[in-house]
């Protein structure tokens, strides 16, 4: 049996930089790992963080930090997956938050439980998943979930929220909006069908799999991480954090007026009328394929995704981030949502 844990360690001055996926140079004032439930628990009673403000990180994927962190950065390591159970018509697998997202979707997959193939290659961690509902050619992480496990900081309580509770929208939950901030999640469950149903509707996906006379989940998977490698950048290689911007939703009126100014424009019926539109197609026609300020700037292949060419900073990303949306107001009257979480 393992000794009731240690108190993990408080580490000063740590540096961001290899837990946000723009790369930029921030440090927290402290920093911990955090790498089980019970962990996560205690929290609220360590007396080393009192008064402190915390941030909960996973991968930083989906994050800008615009400047060095004057709290407690909680860096998220609790691992593990598993298959918890089935019935006739699923499969339920769990995985630790801190586990590699693509890495838990291919585990899945050599399981010989698909469903989360649309989703490969998606950087970050799968407890972030939930908290912008992560989302990639017609699917949506919400459809697959189960429910979650989380800590609530303040109090140290361990706390379940099934669907309903994460009120998953577009890149949007519960823990964007009133719990922001408050929890820790922990764990996540999915839950895949055993009949499993191919989406392979979305143009890029289609034409990925042209000429197949049919496919399984791995050739979806396969073509996904193709696309998404053609398309997006390696993080890596070259600092992002994603889509910059939500795609916008209009009403039908205001669709109707833009599509007789834009007869090219993309656009997406939604079940309720309104119409999405195709951020990246309204950035790429202002010209901003590639420009930049400093050394942020739009990908020169997907112009929804906002990119550090080496030494920027949140800061000039946002700038440059206000430019677009600014040109985007003028020429088509649409407002632009930042995505990622601001910091
Ligand atoms: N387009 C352009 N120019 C560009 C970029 C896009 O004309 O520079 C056009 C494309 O030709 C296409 C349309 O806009 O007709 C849509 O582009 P794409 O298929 O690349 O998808 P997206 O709408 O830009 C969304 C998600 C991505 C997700 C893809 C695939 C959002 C905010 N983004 O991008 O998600 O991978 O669809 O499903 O919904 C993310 O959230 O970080 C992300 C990468």
Redesign the pocket.
């Known amino acids: 049996m393992p000794h009731a844990s240690h108190a993990p360690e408080l580490l000063d001055a740590h540096s961001l930089r290899p837990h946000n996926t723009f790369g930029f140079d921030v440090r927290a004032r402290h920093a911990m790992k955090i790498d089980s439930v019970e962990a996560a628990s205690l929290l609220c009673r360590d007396g080393r963080l009192a008064g402190m403000t915390q941030l909960v990180l996973g991968g930083g994927s989906?994050l800008v930090l615009t400047r060095d962190f004057d709290g407690v950065a909680l860096i998220v390591n609790i691992e593990g997956k598993r298959v918890i159970a089935e019935d006739a018509g699923s499969w339920l697998v769990e995985a630790g938050a801190g586990e590699n997202w693509h890495g838990f979707v291919a585990w899945t997959l050599a399981q010989g439980m698909p469903g989360l193939e649309?989703l490969a290659l998606?950087p970050g961690t799968v407890g972030a998943a939930p908290i912008?509902n992560?989302?990639?050619?017609?699917l949506e992480m919400g459809e697959r979930f189960e429910r979650l496990s989380a800590v609530e900081l303040a109090t140290g309580a361990r706390i379940e929220f099934d669907r309903a509770q994460c009120a998953f929208g577009?890149?949007d939950s519960f823990f964007k909006r009133a719990g922001r901030g408050r929890f820790m999640i922990t764990s996540v469950v999915f839950r895949l069908p055993k009949r499993w149903q191919p989406r392979a509707d979305?143009?890029?996906i289609a034409r990925a799999l042209e000429g197949a006379s049919s496919y399984d989940a791995q050739a979806i998977f396969d073509a996904v991480v193709a696309?998404?490698r053609a398309?997006?950048p390696d993080w890596t290689v070259l600092g992002n954090?994603?889509?910059?911007?939500?795609?916008p939703v209009v009403s039908a009126q205001a669709f109707d007026t833009l599509r007789q100014r834009e007869p090219g424009i993309?656009s997406y019926p939604q079940v309720d009328g309104s119409v999405k539109l195709?951020?990246?197609?309204l950035?790429?026609?202002c010209g901003w394929?590639g420009r930049g300020v400093g050394g942020a700037a739009?990908?020169d292949?997907?112009?929804?995704?906002l990119v550090n060419r080496g030494g920027a900073t949140g800061a000039q990303v946002l700038e440059l981030a206000g430019a677009i949306q600014r040109d985007v107001r003028a020429r088509f009257d649409v407002e632009l949502e930042i995505?990622?979480v601001t910091l």
């Open positions: 989906n649309n998606i912008q992560i989302g990639a050619y017609g577009y890149r979305y143009a890029d696309v998404r398309k997006l954090a994603g889509s910059f911007f939500k795609n993309v195709a951020a990246g197609w950035i790429d026609q394929k739009v990908h292949r997907q112009a929804l995704v995505e990622p």
